[in-house]
């Protein structure tokens, strides 16, 4: 039985039958019908059935198929929507969301909710602490690149001991499948070292869109770079990561910073507008990987132009609020957390 919570929910009422996708259509799954009532119920719902010309758009927003390219005093917010079961919510416009640079509402000019190409990393743990755990991972990571469209990029890297660039930035997702049944478990954890190698491999990806997927099961007692070089590279860098967390279901007896791992991964995801994803069963990996997938391509772009025009290379902090369409119940909203602007 897969999980509802991998499955994207439609728009007005959010509860549409299916989120499309490259590789064809995925259900959405059981529907509360409170919702659907509601949702039809609404003046939002009555006025997309009505007839009569469709008003001008109040913001540009891109064609289908094309990324929003970066403007020099455009700031971009990659935007996930999730329903209380942790579902997609997909189909929200422009007027549904709010934007807030250091506690001040922004205009966006800029709407988009089409998938795009993207440059995705893999930091794949192959310590000795994986080694009943390995089998699986690869599954996961297989079943991620299955989802992949034809424009997109892909680099792998591995730790352990240290951690290795498997293989570059290559549009061939066999090649990277092949590299990664040759990974065995063995070693120490490098965890840091892998998440800045691969934050130091997207410098050169070729899509505006990035993301890495880390798969490990947390901690770190090997790397040359500390907790705080990790951070501070993660705020510099545009790139949303997301984890899969394969953490032990006991109180923790291992050092301090592998104990502290899982929540470092956990930070380090949510200020990216990411997040990790707890396994409990190894079985569920592969399911946790697509659904992981199927958020990245199913996101939100806004953009808006700073009214703080300032280049003085300072932190920003960022807040996304959402004006749901009324009748529905909370939706949790996914989004970085600043951005650091401009120096002179």
Known sequence: MKDRAAQPVGRWGLMAACARTRR??????????FLLLAAANSPAFAQSQAPGPTPAPKTEKTQRGKSLKSEVDLTLVNVSVTDPYGRLV???EQENFRVFEDNIEQEIVRFSSEDVPIS?????????????????SRLAAVQFFRTANPQDEFFLVNFNDRA????????NVEEIQDRLMFTSAR???????????????????????KALLIISDGGDNHSRYTET????????????IYGIGIFEDYACQRSPEECHGPGLLSEVTSMTG?????????????????????????????GY?????????KWRKIKVKLRPPKGLPPLTVYSKTGYYAPGH
């Open 24 to 33: 064809g259509i995925f259900p959405a799954g059981s529907i509360l019908v």
């Open 187 to 209: 070693g120490m954890t490098a965890l840091y070292d892998g998440i800045y190698l691969g934050l130091s491999q997207m410098k050169g990806a070729h899509n505006t869109k």
């Open 274 to 302: 990411g997040r990790t994803f707890v396994v409990n069963r190894l079985a569920d990996l592969p399911d946790i990987a697509s659904k992981i997938s199927m958020e990245l391509r199913n996101q939100y772009v806004l």
């Open 90 to 92: 997909t189909g929200l």
């Open 120 to 136: 995705i990393g893999v930091i794949f743990d192959m310590s000795g602490s994986m080694s009943d755990k390995i089998d699986k």
């Open 164 to 171: 290795q660039l498997a293989s570059p930035f290559t549009p």
């Open 229 to 240: 070089d990790v951070r501070s590279f993660v705020k510099e860098a545009d790139v949303q």
């Open 305 to 313: 132009r700073p009214s703080d025009r300032a280049h003085d290379g």
